[in-house]
């Protein structure tokens, strides 16, 4: 940096203003700078400036995965939010297990970051955050709550969209409807199969455990569920499928498989292309980039920096004054009717 300051005929106040873009340098003097920088290759030591500070100017995002297209669109939106403000994202996939998303946390931690964005992983318990809380780390869970931690959430309204989707079915004259989830053990599928059974009882149908398959998607296990749901005495007439990731492989399924009569389905979350199938495929639409962009923002001002939040793009739904107790955000759904949640139930079936 002196070398820069010598060859700019500026101080070194002036050279790190420049670099790190604050205010009060003269656009001339600002330009000689940035050409001295250019011509002798000077790039900012950002270990110096954490020994300095000690921020890294950085987060940490653990989702469950990065190749998930619900995922992807999540974290473009939180990189979007933290480029905004100068901060460096640091992305890792739990893969839905409790150990690698602790030590992916914990290693976040290690590297000095601010502030962590956390989508839970099914049976993980964050006490092992506690420590890092109090030291000042600042953490949102993102789509479903912590466990064992009182901590700020940002979720979608999962057992109220789901209930909607399925109402969708049974105003269309549907009564046997099969629910295929995740496993119970996520707090998000737990929720959807709530809502499922929530419409069910609102409309007076029995609830008959043998339509709900809970378990991890897997197109073979799907395939093999569909089947066995086909072979009941009153098969179903249509299908609720609690994910992106099962309706895609309920699809896949029952296109090698496809029974006499189409079965009307609601897929919850939408998904690349499921406008150009035939029929399209009827969803329950989640927001992930406002959610991504929600617990972001949360994010920035629990860690003081409610200034890079631009007031103009803020979620209405965060507080304008954040008290020290976790808030819980929990944003809407909404149905997007296409075709294949409209498919009535065979003549004769009830």
Do not use: W
Request: glycine share 8%.
């Amino acid at each position: 940096m002196k070398d820069v300051a010598r060859a700019a005929g500026v101080g070194l106040k002036t050279v790190s203003r420049v670099v790190n873009g604050e205010p009060g340098v003269n656009e001339p003097t600002a330009r000689r700078v940035r050409s001295a920088i250019e011509q002798l290759g000077y790039r900012r030591n950002d270990s110096a400036r954490l020994l300095r500070s000690g921020q890294t100017a950085s987060i940490g995002l653990v989702i469950e995965d990065v190749a998930d297209p619900f995922y992807s669109v999540v974290t473009r939106a939180v990189e979007e939010v933290a480029a905004r403000n100068d901060l460096l994202v640091f992305t890792g996939s739990s893969d839905e297990r409790p150990e690698r998303e602790r030590r992916l946390g914990m290693a976040f931690c290690a590297r000095r970051v601010e502030g962590l964005i956390i989508v839970p992983a099914a049976g993980a318990r964050h006490e092992y955050l506690a420590p890092e809380l109090a030291a000042g780390v600042a953490a949102v869970f993102l789509d479903r709550p912590a466990v064992g931690l009182a901590a700020d959430t940002v979720l979608s309204a999962n057992r109220e969209g789901a209930r909607t989707g399925v109402a969708h079915l049974i105003a269309h004259g549907h009564r046997r409807i099969a629910c295929l989830g995740d496993v119970a053990e996520i707090h998000t599928a737990e929720q959807r199969r709530q809502g499922y059974r929530d419409a069910l009882a609102a409309a007076g149908i029995g609830h008959d455990p043998a339509l709900e398959v809970m378990q991890a998607p897997r197109i073979e296990a799907l395939a093999a569920a569909l089947r066995r749901l086909a072979a009941l005495p009153e098969p179903p007439t249509a299908l609720f499928t609690g994910n992106n990731v099962t309706t895609a492989h309920a699809l896949r399924a029952l296109a090698a498989d496809a029974p006499g009569h189409p079965l009307a389905l609601v897929g919850f979350d939408d998904f690349p292309f499921a406008d150009l199938l035939t029929p399209a495929v009827t969803v329950v639409a989640q927001d992930p980039a406002r959610l991504g962009r929600t617990a972001a923002e949360l994010l920035l001002r629990r860690l003081g920096r409610a200034d890079g939040v631009d007031p103009a793009q803020a979620d209405p739904l965060i507080a304008a004054e954040l008290g020290a107790d976790p808030v819980r955000v929990e944003l809407p759904t909404r149905l997007v009717p296409r075709g294949s949640g409209e498919i009535p139930p065979p003549p004769g079936t009830r």
